[in-house]
């Protein structure tokens, strides 16, 4: 159990840092603003500062994976080489999932609600997908592509987390994802993507 200690201004961080560790270690399901406090080592009462109840905290740390998430997706874009955007936002996207699964799912759960924080947070990572989709095709039938890429990415992220798609033994997940991404932007064109079902 982690001590996190705070002082005036930082306890906001305190009980986000404690919760995504319970989200990791125990799932969404057992979260509460009681554990929350005993994780963090503050008083029952303390999370009620700055969350009015559990839906409250739920939708905090929903906002930070999507937050973290396009920045991941952010650098990622920017340290690719040209051409290869698309491939590094959608790995990018695989990779923190895979680091952080049960906030993944947490996240996934939230999006497409009337929160306007997370909605917005949510456009902000589907800007991403448009500024690597842009890039790598100049504009060329952005507006699909984006539907698809976006399509591609949670769909990919969702069965690798959920482990109904494995990488092959010789594959890293970059490279499953590479060829993945690379079979569907060519309809096939690319070499056939060794895959293992859920058994």
Not at 22 to 50: D, I, K, M
Not at 81 to 88: K, N, V
Request: aromatic share 4%; with cysteine; charged share 20%.
């Amino acid at each position: 159990m982690s001590r996190v200690g705070y002082h005036h201004g930082d306890l906001r961080a305190s009980l986000l840092a404690s919760a995504l560790e319970l989200v990791e270690t125990a799932g969404p399901e057992q979260l509460s603003l009681r554990a929350v406090a005993r994780e963090a080592g503050v008083s029952p009462n303390a999370p009620y500062n700055h969350y009015a109840d559990k839906a409250a905290l739920l939708a905090a740390l929903a906002l930070h994976g999507l937050e973290q998430v396009r920045e991941s997706m952010v650098a990622a874009a920017a340290a690719a080489d040209p051409g290869d955007e698309i491939f590094a936002i959608t790995a990018a996207a695989v990779r923190h999932a895979l680091a952080r699964p049960g906030l993944y799912r947490l996240t996934v759960a939230h999006m497409c609600g009337d929160d306007p924080r997370i909605r917005a947070a949510e456009d902000a990572v589907r800007a991403v997908v448009a500024g690597g989709v842009a890039a790598t095709t100049g504009g060329s039938g952005a507006d699909a592509l984006c539907a698809g890429v976006w399509a591609l990415a949670q769909g990919l992220t969702l069965l690798l987390v959920d482990g109904a798609l494995k990488p092959a033994p010789h594959q890293t997940v970059d490279d499953f994802v590479r060829a993945t991404v690379q079979a569907t932007l060519t309809a096939g064109a690319a070499a056939p993507v060794a895959v293992e079902g859920r058994r």
